[in-house]
C-alpha cells in the first residue's frame, strides 16, 4: 500500500497493512540539507529540499509542513527571537493589550511574508509529497492566537476580567483561523494539527472553559474545510480527551509522552484517531536500545488498535539528532530487522 492509501484505510476503518508513522522532523531538514535555519525557514523550496531529506531517512506516511507558531503572530507584528538550530519564538508580542489587537486589522495572504511562507510550504509540500504521503500541517488555534497576540498574561487577565474584549479577540482569531485553514486546504494540505493550551483543562477551569473556549473551538471546526487532530500541546492529555468528543471534522488525539493509550481510547472511542507518544524534543538523546524497546512494547501494546499512528509527542525532533535514529523508526515500523 502507498502511504496515503494506508492513512487513508485506517481513517475509514478500512484494512491496511501496517501502522502509519509520521514525525515532525522540520528543522531537521536544514540540518541534512546544511542549509541556515535563517534561510530554510525564508525559502519554501529549501524547506522542501530539506524534507526531502527526511523522507529519504525516515519514509514516512505523514510529511509536516513548517511548525513555526510564531510566524502567525509575526504576522501581526510580533517580534521574533531566532533560535540557534531550531525555529524562532516570539521576543514580545505585537499588542500590549486587548484594545490595540482589537483595533489592528488581521494580515492578508499575498501580502504578508510570513503567513505566505506558511502556505507556499504547504503547497510546495503537496505538490512534491502529495501524490504518495499524507500532508499535516501544524496550525494555531483560535482560542490560543490571542496569547499570541498580546502575552500569556494579559491574554489570561482578559479572559478573566474583560469578556467583551476577549470575545472580540476570540472573533479576530476565528477569522484568522478560517482564512488560514482554508488556504492550506487549497495549497493541499490532508488534516490540520491543533495544539491547545486555553481550551485544556490542564490550564484552565474546565467549568469556565465550557463557557468560553470550547464554543469557540467548535465554532471554528464546524467551518474548517479539513480534518482536525487536537494535540496535548505539552501536558498530559487522555484523562481529558472526552471533553472533546463530538466536535465537528475531529479526527482524533495526539497524545502526550506520559499518556495511556488504554485510558485515551476508552475516552475517545473506536473512531477516533490517538497519535503519539514517544517524546520528540528528547529523540536526540536517546539510545537506539531505547528506541527500539520504546517502539516494540508500543506496537506490542497496540497490535489490536487499529486506530493508532506513531508520531513523536510534543514539539519537533531536534535539528542535530542522529539519522540512525529515524532509519531505526523506520525499519521498525515497516517490519525490518533493526
Known amino acids: 500500500m502507498s502511504p496515503v492509501e494506508r492513512v487513508t484505510a485506517l481513517m475509514r476503518g478500512l484494512p491496511y497493512d501496517r501502522p502509519p508513522y509520521g514525525m515532525a522532523c522540520c528543522t531537521l531538514g536544514a540540518s541534512l540539507t546544511d542549509t541556515p535555519v535563517e534561510e530554510y525557514y525564508s525559502s519554501p523550496a529549501r524547506y522542501v529540499r530539506g524534507q526531502e531529506a527526511v523522507c529519504e531517512l525516515l519514509d514516512p506516511d505523514i510529511v509536516f509542513t513548517p511548525f513555526v507558531f510564531a510566524f502567525e503572530a509575526a504576522a501581526y ?7 540557534k538550530n531550531s525555529v524562532p519564538n516570539v521576543r514580545k508580542p505585537p499588542f500590549p493589550n486587548a484594545e490595540e489587537a482589537l483595533a489592528a486589522g488581521n494580515p492578508e495572504l499575498g501580502f504578508d511574508r510570513y503567513l505566505d511562507f506558511l502556505v507556499e510550504s504547504a503547497r510546495v509540500c503537496s505538490e512534491t509529497f502529495g501524490q504518495d504521503r499524507i500532508i499535516a500541517a ?13 502575552g500569556i498574561e494579559e491574554w489570561i487577565d482578559t479572559l478573566l476580567f474583560k469578556p467583551d474584549e476577549a470575545a472580540g479577540l476570540f472573533s479576530k482569531a476565528l477569522r484568522h483561523f478560517k482564512i488560514l485553514s482554508s488556504a492550506y486546504s487549497a495549497a493541499g494540505v490532508s488534516i490540520l494539527v491543533l495544539p491547545m493550551m486555553f481550551a485544556n483543562p490542564r490550564i484552565l477551569d474546565e467549568r469556565f472553559l465550557r463557557r468560553t473556549s470550547l464554543p469557540i473551538l467548535e465554532a471554528a471546526l464546524r467551518e474548517c474545510p479539513l480534518p482536525v487532530v487536537l494535540h496535548h500541546g505539552g501536558t498530559e492529555f487522555a484523562e481529558r480527551i472526552g471533553l472533546y468528543r463530538g466536535l465537528p471534522n475531529l479526527a482524533g488525539f495526539a497524545i502526550g509522552p506520559k499518556d495511556s493509550f488504554p485510558r485515551a481510547r476508552e475516552l475517545a472511542g ?23 524497546a ?7 501494546e497496540l497490535r489490536s488498535d487499529r486506530r493508532w499512528i506513531f508520531t513523536n509527542s510534543g514539539a519537533e525532533v531536534p535539528a542535530w539528532t542522529p539519522p540512525d535514529r529515524l532509519t531505526l523508526v523506520r525499519d521498525i515500523l515497516q517490519g525490518r530487522n533493526a
Open 77 to 83: 507584528g510580533a517580534a521574533l527571537a531566532p533560535q
Open 138 to 150: 501544524p496550525i494555531v488555534s483560535p482560542t490560543d492566537l490571542p496569547a499570541l497576540l498580546i
Open 294 to 300: 520504546s517502539l516494540t512494547a508500543l506496537l506490542k
Open 270 to 292: 473506536p473512531e477516533a484517531i490517538l497519535l503519539g507518544n514517544i517524546l520528540g524534543p528528547s529523540f536526540d538523546a536517546y539510545s537506539r536500545d531505547f528506541l527500539k
